[in-house]
């Protein structure tokens, strides 16, 4: 087992699919078969995942744990190291080191509704929760689903999403997706197939769409920074108390582990770090930390 | 606690006898206006009197850059570079120093422990020694005018001899293997330490009321006083390199003109520069120097580590090129200056 917990450990890439022209996804299996079977992480966990020679950058895992001792990330090709893995091929090394971050709480969920609403690449760590809640059918109570893309190209998973909207019903979830680009067809399609569940405009909109959500509901949220605001304006109009919204966050990290400083948010009463204090956060959290979303 | 005293006469033979623990470093005057710890060939080069070093200790247990990795590509493996067996001497370690130093040996320690620090803090020797605070000293403010722990000992001067406090079970150890430097302390020399310690506590000019500082930089937000130092601020991160108690780092791939070994090297890294709050894709969430000095302040300000981030030693205020006066910023957030 590693004693430094700055060292990499090794990795395969097992499968590359390309999702659309900047975000691929990518598996990984451990090399260390025991360090393999510690990993053990909740949805909202990241790693940072890096290539020799290149760096590494913090990423968040789009599965929930699994028996097949893979996980799955959605690389999106925004800078030097994400670059660098996108060149890479099934058979390749790459470098990873976690599990990191506290991750959602999904024990606290448990005998709750779910309203997960994700936008853009946030739909990755968001997956997870979905995934991991679908697995556990049974703790759960209505599970719904807001996905926001700018367009059909750019949808992320789109195999797991289009069965989630056609076929959600009989995954017990239902889901709901928003596109941006108004001349989309393809979206305009899966909007006249089902006009209760697809829309065009904002992730935001699709409030419109859904039933009023029980008191009894934890919003959780993924998305680009913008997102947040708007979606927070409408779960407070909703009544959502601040305890029951969950989000996560991006930050610029190093290390993953609270020492490099980079991802540190809040003033003098309330500093924290997103890589071991968050990076879920509730919205109580972001009340009370300013500068947070 | 255990106190010893050391004659002034004894001096020279004491300060031979800590270069036998290790290496030695002390504070030099380097120029007119700047100390730095440096290895020790003389002992006419140590200054006792200084005030500050431009770079505190801290550069002797997280290094301004150094090695973590070596790796190679074909052969796939990250190798630790050896991590040497060099032991140190730190000599003339003030009070605020050595409590900064409690505050990193927090981060870097407690829970996931940093093996580069842990090593290298396995393999040193701080001898603190008392000073006289100059006109941007607040340590009083800060509570870190007196090191409780975190050295091996702690000399405070009380005129013709020292008064030495034993710190660590290593501490302990060299008075015990050089009993003939060491004399028991008597009550006048407890006398003369409290005398001592009066006086300097008195000597203090600069001040800052600490209560309630951060809920007054919270509700401080939004105000005024980050655009005017922000536009101030030359964005050099000078602050973050001499404080003794920043410790961001960045860490970077080095690879070799053979593209196939290199080394990831891990260096001091400044709040204060535009990139330190950039992610991929180009957001940043510190975009100005108003959300990066109000970043700074309140990072300072905080009780994050059970204590303040903050030790009182003057030094951005000191070396800060575009003379940004750290207590005259805390002042104008309490609202004690407009």
Same mark, same amino acid.
């Given at each position: ?60 895992? !789009? ?191 190093? !290390? ?18 997103? !890589? ?18 | ?338």
């Amino acid at each position: 087992m590693k004693v430094n917990p700055l060292e990499p450990m090794k990795a395969k890439i097992t499968e590359i699919e390309t999702m659309t022209e900047i975000e691929k996804l990518i598996t990984i299996k451990l090399h260390d078969r025991e360090y393999a079977e510690s990993f053990s992480y909740t949805p909202g966990q990241f790693v940072t995942l890096g290539v020799m020679g290149v760096g590494e950058a913090p990423i968040s895992i !789009c599965t929930a744990q699994n028996d097949e001792l893979e996980l799955e990330f959605c690389i999106r090709n925004a800078g030097r190291v994400t670059n660098a893995i996108h060149k890479l091929k099934v058979g390749d090394t790459v470098w990873g080191r976690g599990p990191y971050g506290n991750g959602f709480p999904m024990d606290v969920y448990e005998g709750n509704d779910l309203l997960l609403i994700a936008g853009g690449l946030g739909i990755a760590p968001i997956r997870g929760v979905l995934q991991y809640a679908l697995q556990n059918r049974e703790k759960y109570g209505d599970i719904s689903v807001l996905y926001g893309v700018r367009c059909y190209d750019l949808m992320l998973f789109k195999d797991d999403m289009l069965d989630y909207f056609r076929n959600g019903d009989r995954h017990g979830v239902k889901f709901y997706l928003s596109y941006e680009d108004k001349e989309d067809q393809v979206c305009y399609g899966l909007a006249c197939e089902r006009d209760d569940r697809c829309m065009h405009g904002m992730v935001t909109d699709l409030f419109k769409k859904i039933d009023r959500p029980s008191k009894k509901t934890y919003a959780i949220i993924g998305g680009p920074p913008i997102m947040y605001k708007f979606t927070i304006m409408q779960l407070e109009k909703l009544n959502f108390r601040p305890e029951r919204v969950y989000m996560t966050l991006e930050r610029r990290m190093r !290390c993953g582990v609270g020492q490099c400083g980079h991802c540190i948010v809040g003033t003098g009463k309330s500093i924290k770090y997103v !890589c071991k204090d968050g990076p879920v956060f509730t919205l109580w959290d972001a009340m009370n930390t300013k500068g947070m979303i | 606690m255990l106190v010893k005293v050391l004659a002034k006469s004894s001096f020279s033979s004491f300060v031979g006898a800590l270069g036998d623990y290790g290496d030695l470093y002390a504070p030099v005057k380097t120029s007119e206006k700047v100390h730095s710890f440096k290895e020790i060939e003389s002992l006419t080069d140590i200054d006792l009197s200084y005030t500050r070093t431009m770079i505190p200790p801290k550069k002797f247990f997280i290094h301004p850059e150094e090695v973590i990795f070596e790796f190679n590509i074909d052969e796939e493996l990250y190798i630790e570079p050896p991590g040497g067996d060099e032991r140190i001497v730190l000599f003339g370690v003030h009070s605020c120093d050595i409590n900064a130093l409690n505050l990193l040996a927090k981060v870097f320690t407690e829970e996931l422990p940093d093996k580069y620090y842990l090593e290298r803090k396995e393999r040193s020797f701080i001898v603190g020694v008392s000073c006289v605070p100059d006109e941007y000293c607040f340590c009083h403010s800060t509570g870190t005018s007196y090191a409780q722990e975190g050295f091996e000992l702690f000399l405070h001067d009380i005129g013709d001899s020292y008064f030495v406090r034993v710190g660590s079970l290593k501490g302990h150890e060299f008075i015990a293997t050089h009993p003939s430097l060491f004399e028991a302390a008597e009550q006048s020399h407890y006398d003369s330490f409290k005398d001592a310690e009066r006086k300097m506590y008195a000597s203090f000019t600069n001040e800052l009321e600490m209560a309630g500082l951060q809920d007054l930089l919270d509700m401080a937000y939004e105000s005024e006083v980050w655009t005017e130092y922000g536009d101030k601020c030359l964005g050099c991160g000078s602050c973050n390199l001499v404080c003794p108690r920043c410790r961001c780092y960045d860490v970077e791939d080095h690879i070799n003109l053979d593209l196939n070994t290199g080394e990831r090297v891990r260096k001091w890294y400044s709040c204060m520069l535009s990139e330190h709050g950039l992610v991929a894709g180009g957001h940043n969430f510190r975009p100005t120097a108003r959300e990066r000095i109000r970043n700074r302040f309140n990072c300072k300000g905080s009780l994050r580590e059970d204590m303040p981030n903050c030790v009182g030693c003057g030094r951005c205020t000191v070396f800060c090129p575009a003379e940004i006066d750290y207590v005259e910023v805390m002042k104008k957030v309490r609202g004690d200056l407009k």
